[in-house]
């Protein structure tokens, strides 16, 4: 095989390895930092959607690097100021969303798209669809379906980690009525 091919086919090897592991190979790491790998960065953020629409603690968790900032642009009880969160934080909160909801499915308007240029910013305008009917956060169900979406900006650092969250949406009867 020529070099230019075992090189080709080392290259796809690595990017396909990433489907399996959430941490960076030497070559995507290279890739990263030159840029050149847009689809690395969406494979992190479809990996924290299809975590929510499998009700997986562990790849939720595992989507988020040590700290986060977090703006929810519209946020019911507070300033929509910058917050610093932890992945624990984030995934209770996520668990405790499903437990209200648990027949939720997360669907796309826009699917998880890379910016345009050197950006390390994730996009994607995404909507749920389920029924309010388990109990959480000490608010019983009422039986409502379930409509909410919206769109989040996340920013994928080079191992492949969301650091930062910008995020534009609606509230669920749930989120409303948790005291």
Same mark, same amino acid.
């Given at each position: 095989?020529?070099? /230019?091919?075992?090189?080709?086919?080392?290259?796809?090897? #690595?990017? &396909?390895?990433?489907?399996?592991?959430?941490?960076?190979? !030497?070559?995507?790491?290279?890739?990263?930092?030159?840029?050149?790998?847009? +689809?690395?960065?969406?494979?992190?953020?479809?990996?924290?959607?299809?975590?929510?629409?499998?009700?997986?603690?562990?790849? =939720?968790?595992?989507?988020?690097?040590?700290?986060?900032? =977090?703006?929810?642009? #519209?946020?019911?009880?507070? /300033? /929509?100021?910058?917050?610093?969160?932890?992945?624990? =934080?984030?995934?209770?909160?996520?668990?405790?969303?499903?437990?209200? *909801? !648990?027949?939720?499915?997360?669907?796309? *308007?826009?699917?998880?798209?890379? +910016?345009? +240029?050197?950006?390390?910013?994730?996009?994607?305008?995404?909507?749920?669809?389920?029924?309010?009917?388990?109990?959480? $956060? +000490?608010?019983?169900?009422?039986?409502?379906?379930?409509?909410?979406?919206?769109?989040?900006?996340? $920013?994928v650092n080079d191992d &492949?980690?969301?650091?930062?969250?910008v995020v534009t949406r609606?509230?669920?009867?749930?989120?409303q009525a948790i005291p």
């Amino acid at each position: 095989m020529p070099f /230019s091919r075992k090189l080709c086919a080392l290259f796809c090897a #690595c990017l &396909l390895t990433f489907t399996l592991a959430l941490t960076p190979n !030497p070559v995507q790491k290279v890739l990263l930092k030159m840029n050149r790998s847009k +689809g690395l960065r969406e494979q992190v953020v479809e990996n924290y959607f299809t975590g929510v629409d499998q009700k997986d603690k562990d790849l =939720i968790s595992s989507c988020f690097a040590d700290t986060v900032t =977090i703006r929810d642009v #519209c946020n019911l009880n507070a /300033s /929509s100021e910058s917050k610093m969160a932890t992945p624990e =934080i984030l995934t209770q909160r996520c668990l405790d969303f499903l437990a209200a *909801h !648990p027949d939720t499915k997360v669907f796309f *308007h826009y699917p998880p798209t890379c +910016g345009r +240029g050197k950006s390390k910013w994730v996009y994607a305008h995404w909507y749920e669809a389920g029924t309010w009917s388990g109990e959480s $956060l +000490g608010v019983e169900p009422q039986n409502k379906p379930l409509s909410v979406e919206g769109q989040t900006r996340f $920013l994928v650092n080079d191992d &492949l980690l969301i650091e930062s969250m910008v995020v534009t949406r609606t509230f669920s009867d749930w989120e409303q009525a948790i005291p």
